[in-house]
Nanobody
């Protein structure tokens, strides 16, 4: 079993920054690939960024490239999402997700078996 707890959401103005955290626990093999997803009201869930916690490789959705950075602190079993130059369209409920490392790199939500409860990010214009 894997447990994921997100934190760091909040309300900011456009152009501002936020850092989300995802504290993970449980079997390491099932959380060696970590990702952030988001879902805005009335829209489908969207993959934002993913990190292979073994080799550090990262992948991003085109919509956030150059603005968001996913990173990890293995000592703290925590994955972060640094979000800069935020836009109103980034407003969503952000979820942390985990899976095994095999095939890590996809932003397809169906590939992830473990999910956090979500943290709200609101960006005002």
């Amino acid at each position: 079993q894997v447990q994921l707890v997100e934190s760091g959401g909040g309300s900011v103005q456009a152009g501002g920054s936020l850092r989300l955290s995802c504290a993970a626990s449980g079997y390491t093999g099932s959380r060696s690939c970590m990702a952030w997803f988001r879902q805005a009201p009335g829209k489908e869930r969207e993959g934002v960024a993913v990190i292979n916690t073994i080799n550090g490789r990262t992948y991003y959705a085109d919509s956030v490239k150059g603005r968001f950075t996913i990173s990890q602190d293995n000592a703290k079993n925590t994955v972060y999402l640094q979000m800069n130059s935020l836009k109103p369209e980034d407003t969503a409920l952000y979820y942390c997700a985990a899976r095994s490392v095999i095939g890590c790199g996809t932003l397809y939500g169906g590939a992830f078996g473990y999910w956090g409860q979500g943290t709200q990010v609101t960006v005002s214009s």
